[in-house]
């Protein structure tokens, strides 16, 4: 082997580059830590918004003036009972009126927002505040571990009599290898849209049996690739199987010929999700993901490119409601950075600091807002022009993975090092 040559790196392109963006196998290192008892139904779903979402669409503060004076142009209106306001939650906070679709959640009591949750390491980069958020350690630029795929690790050692060593139990959809879910852990993962349900080369008996071949032997490389091929297959018949099932391809075809857009696609891949997970319980741990929330010019208000994309959203979150509504069950969504609260010359916002993070689950207190909120006003701001993290995204995830998974304090700090518990969050989750 030449000096420097990264036969971890080279063996996983090596597996991608074949099975496309199917599904990828890596050995496991199961962990054996002394923990709090997991909540063994347990079912983690994290949706992200890649390119920083406006929170401040999302989740209105319409009792802040200072909301309107920032905003002369994009504002979305006070709650007046039209579809063209916001939808009153309580005196300060409404929904985007493309978001109708969650105010019965809401009011059910099984949603929740904090309005100004995020990363405390203050960069402006798309890029480095992702690597931050997935990774699970704010301002480490260097390289590490997905912190869904170590908790994927710490499940699979709780569970290792009844999954058996090298089985997935996180699954991925929509991204060919997000960071979040990068480890030694074994994880499932899966093309973005109709993709999914295609066997790509594998189809094809012959050429399947001549790489079947190829890597016939006892190695880790042909044991990978096996585990990684027969997923694939499996997981393509499995999608192909419920899509002819419930008219989803009909559906899916109606929305490409409309120029379906990443928000619609993120419906699809939470349909996919679900169909995954419901059809292999070891799973446990769902990621999904969308881009083109990155909002500089033109972002609307009431109408336009933003309020698809909230819509869009509400109907992904409505639908992952329908499927992940047992008494454990969990969906976080979430942004690497919030936007300015003031509107730019283009109307649209730029790269901010502070952001609005949603759950919902039968474990989250719902139904009002958590929290702290000091509102817009010019010394309330992060540097005078963002919302400011009042609460770190990990605490937030740290209620949230010890009520509904059952993670102790332990494991809590190997997954986010350097987090401290957020006391001011207690009332987040139910006892």
């Known amino acids: ?168 139990l996180a699954v991925g959809v929509g991204e060919a290898n997000p960071l979040i879910l990068a480890g030694s852990a074994p994880v499932q993962l899966v093309p973005k849209g109709q993709a999914a349900t295609r066997q790509g080369a594998l189809g094809d008996a012959r050429t399947r049996d001549a790489v079947m071949k190829l890597y016939s032997g006892q190695d880790k490389l042909s044991e990978a690739f096996r585990a990684g091929a027969e997923s694939r297959m499996q997981t393509a018949q499995t999608l192909s199987a419920d899509m002819a099932d419930t008219g989803m391809a009909a559906q899916e075809m109606q929305a490409a010929n409309n120029g379906a857009g990443n928000s619609k696609g993120l419906l699809l891949d939470a349909q996919h999700l679900a169909t995954l997970m419901r059809q292999d319980r070891r799973l446990r741990l769902g990621f999904l993901s969308a881009g083109g929330w990155d909002t500089h010019a033109n972002q609307g208000g009431v109408t336009g490119a933003l309020a698809q994309n909230l819509g869009n959203l509400a109907a992904t979150l409505v639908q992952l409601r329908k499927d992940f509504s047992q008494p454990n069950d969990m969906v976080v969504v979430c942004s690497e950075f919030g936007r300015t609260s003031a509107e730019n010359g283009t109307r649209g916002t730029d790269h901010g600091h502070g952001n609005a993070l949603w759950l919902m689950g039968n474990q989250v207190q719902g139904g009002r807002a958590h929290g702290r909120w000091e509102g817009l006003a010019n010394g309330n701001l992060h540097e005078g022009r963002d919302l400011p993290v009042h609460h770190d995204f990990r605490a937030v995830l740290a209620q949230v993975l010890r009520h509904s998974q059952g993670v102790g304090t332990a494991e809590l700090d190997r997954l986010f090092p350097g987090y401290a518990w957020d006391a001011q969050l207690d009332g987040l989750m139910r006892s």
């Open 1 to 168: 082997m030449p000096q420097g040559f990264d036969f971890t790196l080279q063996r996983r392109t090596l597996l991608q580059g074949f099975l496309g963006a199917g599904a990828v196998y890596a050995s496991p290192v199961l962990w054996a830590q002394s923990k709090a008892p997991a909540a063994a139904d347990a079912r983690l779903v994290v949706l992200f918004l890649r390119g920083a979402y406006d929170g401040l669409s999302a989740l209105v503060p319409h009792g802040d003036a200072n909301y309107y004076r920032l905003r002369s142009s994009i504002a979305i209106p006070k709650p007046d009972g039209s579809e063209q306001s916001a939808i009153k939650l309580d005196n300060m906070f409404g929904l985007h009126p493309a978001m109708a679709a969650l105010l019965p959640l809401w009011q059910q009591g099984v949603l929740t927002a904090l309005p100004c949750a995020g990363s405390p390491d203050p960069t402006r980069s798309h890029f480095d505040a992702q690597h931050h958020w997935e990774i699970g350690v704010p301002g480490k630029s260097g390289s590490g571990d997905g912190w869904m795929n170590a908790l994927a690790a710490q499940r699979a050692a709780a569970a290792a009599s009844a999954s058996g060593p090298g089985k997935a």
